[in-house]
């Protein structure tokens, strides 16, 4: 299970808008395994198909991760016209066994939908979220 503040859960939702037509993407970390905060990044790629996180601000964020103490929790981003589902390039770029996927789908606009996901050796398993 994944808990995510409602404010942060506001954040994604608005960063995956922001970033249309491309998929948005990020990390969330935070102390003891409770999500903390979010730091947008830049979508590498600049695709509506695809993310990658911009090296240059990955390594920003996990030294600043990693002053503070704490832990990678998840790694984010968008589908802009599909599911919240890990796609097959989601399960071949899933580096991070112990963090979850946390994906938000616009869908539907209107009701965009978020859903959690751990990745392990190709094998996805869903993740309860509770917004707290």
Known sequence: MIEIPADIRDQLVAHAFAGLPDESCGLLAGPGGRVERFFPMTNADHSPLTYRLDASEQIKVFGEIDAKGWDLIGIFHSHTHSPAYPS???????????????????????????????????TIEQDEVKIT
């Not at 580096?95 to 009701?111: C, G, I, W």
């Open 88 to 122: 097959e390039t989601d399960r071949r770029q899933a580096f991070y066994s112990e963090a979850h996927y946390v994906l938000v789908t616009l869908q539907d606009r209107n009701n965009p939908g978020i859903r959690a996901f751990t990745i392990r050796e190709g």
